[in-house]
């Protein structure tokens, strides 16, 4: 894959977009654009000027600006500063979900002693051969810890899915 998108130009020009997509690069698609994702949310998580509404939504509009008494503005401070430091954990959960993917071999973690495949004639499928573990003493998956770590990626993409419109600067 080439990407090379220009930067803005002065006036009222377009930006320069140029995209080459070798097919490679959709054979695992999710890997892929974790390669490209995950260094741009890390840019943007350090460099981000503000928080989405939807984080600061305790700020009414009535109080929003207009306060008659001290207390009010501290509150108003407070809700704002809780507001950022979730916008920060989201931020976080979407980093650490695409460094999973980017990586790609994290799933090996939850394999422990050595796996040895084999082939065995099954009569199913028209006599197809299928994979074993032909050292199934030595070698045992952690499936319930695999698919905890597979809920936890699923939520930061899930956060990225819901936030996508807001990852600006």
């Given at each position: 894959?080439?990407?090379?998108?220009?930067?803005?130009?002065?006036?009222?020009?377009?930006?320069?977009?140029?995209?080459?997509?070798?097919?490679?690069?959709?054979?695992?698609?999710?890997?892929?654009l974790?390669?490209?994702?995950?260094?741009?949310?890390?840019?943007?998580?350090?460099?981000?000027?503000?928080?989405?509404?939807?984080?600061?939504?305790?700020?009414s509009?009535?109080?929003?600006?207009?306060?008659?008494?001290?207390?009010?503005?501290?509150?108003?401070?407070?809700?704002?500063?809780?507001?950022?430091?979730?916008?920060?954990?989201?931020?976080?959960?979407?980093?650490?979900?695409?460094?999973?993917?980017?990586?790609?071999?994290?799933?090996?973690?939850?394999?422990?002693?050595?796996?040895?495949?084999?082939?065995?004639?099954?009569?199913?499928?028209?006599?197809?051969?299928?994979?074993?573990?032909?050292?199934?003493?030595?070698?045992?998956?952690?499936?319930?810890?695999?698919?905890?770590?597979?809920?936890?990626?699923?939520?930061?993409?899930?956060?990225?899915?819901?936030?996508?419109?807001?990852?600006?600067?």
């Amino acid at each position: 894959m080439k990407v090379n998108i220009g930067r803005y130009p002065k006036g009222s020009g377009s930006r320069r977009v140029s995209v080459e997509v070798d097919p490679f690069d959709t054979w695992s698609l999710d890997h892929t654009l974790a390669l490209i994702i995950l260094p741009a949310l890390i840019q943007l998580k350090h460099t981000k000027h503000g928080v989405p509404k939807d984080f600061v939504d305790d700020m009414s509009e009535g109080r929003h600006g207009q306060y008659s008494f001290e207390f009010l503005k501290e509150d108003a401070d407070e809700v704002f500063q809780k507001g950022c430091d979730n916008w920060e954990k989201v931020f976080d959960k979407m980093i650490w979900s695409f460094q999973q993917l980017a990586l790609d071999d994290y799933s090996d973690q939850y394999h422990h002693g050595d796996i040895k495949i084999g082939w065995k004639k099954t009569n199913l499928f028209m006599n197809c051969e299928i994979m074993t573990d032909e050292n199934p003493k030595e070698h045992w998956y952690d499936y319930v810890g695999h698919m905890k770590h597979e809920e936890r990626i699923q939520e930061g993409l899930d956060l990225f899915s819901k936030y996508y419109r807001t990852l600006w600067d």
